[in-house]
T-cell receptor, first 117, second 115 residues
Framework: AQTVTQSQPEMSVQEAETVTLSCTYD???????LFWYKQPPSRQMILVIR????KQQNATENRFSVNFQKAAKSFSLKISDSQLGDTAMYFC??????????????WGLGTSLAVNP | DTGVSQNPRHKITKRGQNVTFRCDPI?????LYWYRQTLGQGPEFLTY????????KSRLLSDRFSAERPKGSFSTLEIQRTEQGDSAMYLC?????????????FGSGTRLTVV
């Protein structure tokens, strides 16, 4: 069974600084995808960035980028130029792309990120 | 289309009562998922539909839980004889099946408190 581990329950960063959130996962599959989701306090879950496992190039979305190390099964999220609005719980999620798969996601426990002024 | 809509946003109920939540997905999305999230945890998969067919149910979904998606549009999640352990955020998400990755779009959730 797949598992997702986020080893940092809480992190903080100063506004405008860079922070990296860690995520590791375990799977025997070769075809899958990974996500980072953001959940602000009392607000809905929002997709931040996604990465297909077959792509070697790391995904980037504006200030958000990932470091995907397939052999190490590591998928970290880097937030550059942190903003106060980045304060949220961040979840790493794994999804299988196998044939017939239901696309349900396996989630980590989350990392609570506080951006300080 | 305003995204995934969930109602109600909050529900407080007495133990033993039945509750029903509704989810309206993005109209062109054919997959609909229900997740449960307790405080300090990531979402846990409950069930999912492709169109009107319920294709998988988690072991977390006891016989007190039932979900429907008539006509492949909105979905309802009913909990009968609620227990305090049912208190959680119930999240609905929808997606469109494609060959490439398809991230979910989540609703704002329904927070259930059983007293």
């Amino acid at each position: 069974a797949q598992t997702v581990t986020q080893s940092q329950p809480e992190m903080s960063v100063q506004e405008a600084e860079t922070v990296t959130l860690s995520c590791t996962y375990d799977t025997s599959e070769n075809n899958y995808y990974l996500f980072w989701y953001k959940q602000p306090p009392s607000r809905q879950m929002i997709l931040v960035i996604r990465q297909e496992a077959y792509k070697q190039q790391n995904a980037t979305e504006n200030r958000f980028s990932v470091n995907f190390q397939k052999a190490a099964k590591s998928f970290s999220l880097k937030i550059s130029d942190s903003q106060l609005g980045d304060t949220a719980m961040y979840f790493c999620a794994f999804g299988s792309l196998g044939a017939g798969n239901n696309r349900k996601l396996i989630w980590g426990l989350g990392t609570s990120l506080a951006v300080n002024p | 289309d305003t995204g995934v809509s969930q109602n109600p946003r909050h529900k407080i109920t007495k133990r033993g009562q039945n509750v029903t939540f509704r989810c309206d997905p993005i109209s062109e999305h054919n997959r609909l998922y229900w997740y449960r999230q307790t405080l300090g945890q990531g979402p846990e998969f409950l069930t999912y539909f492709q169109n009107e067919a319920q294709l998988e149910k988690s072991r977390l979904l006891s016989d007190r839980f039932s979900a429907e998606r008539p006509k492949g549009s909105f979905s309802t999640l009913e909990i009968q004889r609620t227990e305090q352990g049912d208190s959680a955020m119930y999240l609905c998400a929808s997606s469109l099946v494609r060959d490439s990755t398809d991230g979910y779009t989540f609703g704002s959730g329904t927070r259930l408190t059983v007293v």
